[in-house]
């Protein structure tokens, strides 16, 4: 038998390899009741509470949950949230979803509607110049779809005793006026003629500096539709309008107009 002497004092304080039988002694025993009953507080603890029972014994078999990871709780959804607030605001949200879908459609209509007017206005404007009186004869009802945006051949001589001041009219980001000025047609027929833009100072009709030329002149134009048709026109004359309109221009002329 070897003996290390670590310090002085009484034989306890001596390690003897090998052990012998006074040593073994000294070993402690594992208590088979004790790990008996924490085993059993551990199986109690799994009925208690499952989540914390699959972190301890290590995930269920099938949960299809990996060993190492953390354990997944189901959390039940609250009765609380199908409340009448909560389907009134996915009620609002529809109704905006909805409402974006009708303005889109919209949108594409009136799409469609600018696309096909610009298409019918680029064929008749494709057509060569004709004279008027081949377009429209003169006390006709005529379609205005149908020659609007033609463009036609006159001669005439301008009235500008009867001009009428189209107001409002811009030019350049600039406030004026445009001049309507009927032209009488050697068959004495009346069109007025949107003579151009003048500034805004000037619009008390006939105007001195825009006044028109004398005698007999030719003219290549284009036809435009009445802006606005009104069946009560005022009676009398008139010398400012602010949307031409050939029922009250019809009224303050003596001959017949194009087109009726």
């Known amino acids: 038998m070897m003996a290390i002497s670590t ?5 306890n304080s001596l390690l003897s390899w090998p052990p012998g039988p006074a040593a073994s002694r000294h070993v402690p025993r594992s208590s088979s009741g004790l790990d008996a009953r924490l085993g059993a507080a551990a199986k109690d603890l799994a009925k208690c509470h499952p989540v914390l029972g699959r972190a301890r014994d290590g995930p269920l078999k099938g949960s299809g949950e990996s060993p190492g990871r953390e354990p997944r709780s189901v959390v039940p959804m609250p009765r609380s ?51 008027l009186d081949q377009v429209i004869t003169q006390g006709s009802h005529v379609d205005p779809e149908a020659v609007a945006y033609r463009r036609v051949e006159v001669e005439g001589t301008y009235d500008p005793a009867r001009e009428v001041v189209l107001a409002g009219r811009s030019l350049d980001d600039q406030t004026g006026n445009d001049l309507l000025t009927p032209l009488v047609t050697s068959s004495r027929g009346i069109i ?5 833009w003048v500034p805004s100072q000037f619009g008390q009709p006939p105007v001195a500096q825009a006044f028109p030329p004398t005698g007999t002149v030719r003219l290549t134009g284009v036809l435009f539709p009445s802006e606005s048709s009104s069946s009560g026109a005022r009676q009398g004359r008139v010398s400012q309008i602010v949307r031409i309109d050939l029922g009250q221009l019809r009224q303050q002329v003596p001959y017949p107009t194009y087109p009726d």
């Open 7 to 11: 310090k002085s004092g009484t034989p």
């Open 81 to 131: 949230l199908f409340t009448l607030r909560w389907i009134l605001g996915h009620v609002i949200v529809l109704l905006i979803v909805a409402g974006c879908v009708v303005a889109g459609f919209w949108q594409l209509d009136r799409l469609g509607e600018r696309r096909s007017f610009n298409a019918r206005v680029e064929r008749q404007l494709a057509l060569a110049p004709q004279p």
């Open 192 to 196: 007025f003629v949107n003579r151009g």
